[in-house]
């Protein structure tokens, strides 16, 4: 069971209308980012939903928008709020660092996302995972293109002199699976909350706790 109180999810909505808002109200989300409504409707929405609303936009035609500084405030603002918190590494992934670390097993956190979200990542983890525990750690600015192309992945090959046949990878998005298979790595899907439903045909396996047998 989750623990909504621990959750640190925010659903990014386009002018929600009433059957869209229903559908997602027990989900665990703490924040709506809402765009394209107007102050009634988000005033609506928060009382009526007991949302906190994270940003409100409503942008008109012909106007122009700096969308790095919006998207830069945004990504502000989701840090400011994650490193307040303290979250548990998901289920079985202490194990798996143990066992990788015992067996002089290479390990990297292959991400490229930026250096400010992988900072509020490990603060957030409050010392449970730490950067020592990785021997590579990929962000946005070591690569080209992101996932799902397989840039970051074979940056990470590369620097940890590791063949693909070597390695693999655990993925919780269908996309981010994409990225490791045009590596040509292995991959198990470890699924994240919001993609449970999702197809992972591209990966050998699946778990919903993870253990050292994807080592196997």
């Known amino acids: 069971k989750l623990d909504k109180k621990k959750s640190n999810f925010v659903a990014v909505l386009v002018k929600p209308d009433e059957d869209s808002l229903e559908q997602i109200k027990h989900l665990p989300f703490?924040?709506?980012?809402?765009?394209?409504?107007?102050h009634e409707e988000i005033k609506e929405i928060k009382q009526k939903y007991n949302k906190k609303i994270m940003t409100a936009l409503t942008i008109k035609k012909n106007t122009n928008v700096d969308a790095?500084?919006?998207r830069e405030r945004k990504t502000y603002i989701y840090n400011e709020?994650?490193?307040s918190r303290i979250n548990l590494p998901r289920e079985?992934?202490?194990d798996v660092l143990e066992y990788a670390k015992r067996n002089n097993i290479k390990t990297g956190l292959?991400?490229?996302t930026t250096i400010e979200n992988i900072d509020s990542v490990f603060a957030t983890l409050n010392k449970k995972i730490i950067r020592e525990d990785f021997d590579f750690i990929g962000n946005n600015s070591?690569?080209?293109k992101p996932k799902p192309e397989p840039d970051i992945y074979l940056k990470a090959l590369n620097d940890l002199e590791t063949h693909p046949s070597e390695g693999i990878a655990i993925e919780d998005s269908v996309e981010s699976a994409l990225s490791a298979h045009k590596a040509k790595i292995q991959c198990v899907a470890f699924p994240g909350l919001f993609h449970i439903d999702d197809n992972f045909s591209l990966c050998s396996k699946r778990f919903k706790k993870l253990d050292i047998s994807?080592?196997?």
């Open 30 to 38: 703490d924040y709506y980012q809402i765009y394209d409504s107007t």
């Open 68 to 70: 790095k500084k919006i």
């Open 81 to 83: 709020n994650l490193r």
């Open 92 to 94: 079985g992934v202490l």
């Open 110 to 112: 292959v991400t490229s």
């Open 142 to 144: 070591l690569i080209k």
């Open 214 to 216: 994807i080592f196997i």
